[in-house]
């Protein structure tokens, strides 16, 4: 069985239901929030522990609530 250690990207994706796409500028009411892990690094780790390695992960996960205030803070401070 083959060792492998992943460094790479870790990614929380927050994804909402719409009943229908906006139109450009339209606010729509979403039915749920859910969060899914995700990451082109720890999509590979998962695959390589599917196909029998031994895997282990490093790279850097930031809590939801940083993402979050983040997120919310992002339009005052006029950048990325």
């Known amino acids: 069985m083959a060792n492998i250690l992943v460094i ?3 990614n929380m994706d927050i994804v909402t239901q719409v009943d229908r ?7 729509v009411q979403g039915q749920g929030t ?3 892990a995700g990451g082109k690094g720890a999509n590979q780790a998962v695959a390589a522990a599917r196909s029998g390695a031994s895997v282990n ?3 850097v996960w930031a ?3 940083s993402a979050m205030k ?4 992002w339009p005052k401070r ?3």
């Open 21 to 27: 796409h906006p139109i450009p500028g339209e606010t």
């Open 8 to 10: 790479g990207s870790m």
């Open 70 to 73: 983040s997120a919310i803070d």
């Open 57 to 59: 992960m490093g790279g």
């Open 78 to 80: 006029g950048s990325v």
């Open 63 to 65: 809590t939801i609530s």
């Open 34 to 36: 859910r969060f899914y």
